[in-house]
Antibody
């Protein structure tokens, strides 16, 4: 069974930094690209970032480019999101999401974690 | 950036009725479109990808159609567990990968 478990969400002041983690199990982690997708409370879905299976290629939404960094450790079956210069509009549930296709980026999301809440507020 | 517009905002139907959800893209996405269901308090679930392919474990009452800019998700016979918000998502032209604003499905 595929499991994705996020951690690291907290209440943090604007301008602060935070690292989210995602522990993956139930599939061959290093075969798949991975994403972060966020959802503001009561709002819709927003794609945040993507990393290739080997970690060599990354993509970001314009809203987070230059502030957030996605990374992965395939030896630990883990995905990360380093979030710097946080803003109130970054407040959201952050989901760790598995890409549909092995190796190649399919850019569809077939398994989601339960999310971790990041609240940016003074 | 490709903008996806979903309609209606809210759909209310009786159990057993057919539900039809629409997603319109601001430019052609060919067939590179997916649908997700999000129940209250849960993470989204992939239903359909590449416009009409059902994801693993998805019941046959869910079907997708369309190409270019106009897409439809049909639920042939609505069941109580189908209540939730449904999102479309495109992967034709990215980054960014984009979602529609969602359609809320309610049971009368």
């Amino acid at each position: 069974e595929v499991q994705l478990v996020e951690s690291g969400g907290v209440v943090i002041q604007p301008g602060g930094s935070l690292r989210l983690s995602c522990a993956a199990s139930g599939f061959t982690f290093d075969d798949y690209p991975m994403h972060w997708v966020r959802q503001g409370p009561g709002k819709g879905l927003e794609w945040v970032s993507l990393i290739s299976w080997d970690g060599d290629t990354t993509y970001y939404a314009d809203s987070v480019k230059g502030r957030f960094t996605i990374s992965r450790d395939n030896t630990k079956n883990s995905l990360y999101l380093q979030m710097n210069s946080l803003r109130p509009e970054d407040t959201a549930f952050y989901y760790c999401v598995k890409d549909l296709g092995p190796a190649a980026i399919e850019a569809y999301f077939d398994y989601w974690g339960q999310g971790t809440l990041v609240t940016v507020s003074s | 950036e490709i903008v996806l517009t979903q309609s209606p905002a809210t759909l209310s139907s009786s159990p057993g009725e057919r539900a039809t959800l629409s997603c319109r893209a601001s430019q052609s996405v060919d067939r590179h479109l997916a649908w997700y269901q999000q129940r209250v308090g849960q993470a989204p679930r992939l239903l359909i990808y590449d416009a009409s392919n059902r994801a693993t474990g998805i019941p046959a009452r869910f079907s997708g159609s369309g190409s270019g800019t106009d897409f439809t998700l049909n639920i042939s016979s609505l069941e109580p567990e189908d209540v939730g918000v449904y999102y479309c998502q495109q992967r034709s032209n990215w980054p960014p990968l984009t979602f529609g604003g969602g359609t809320k499905v309610e049971i009368k």
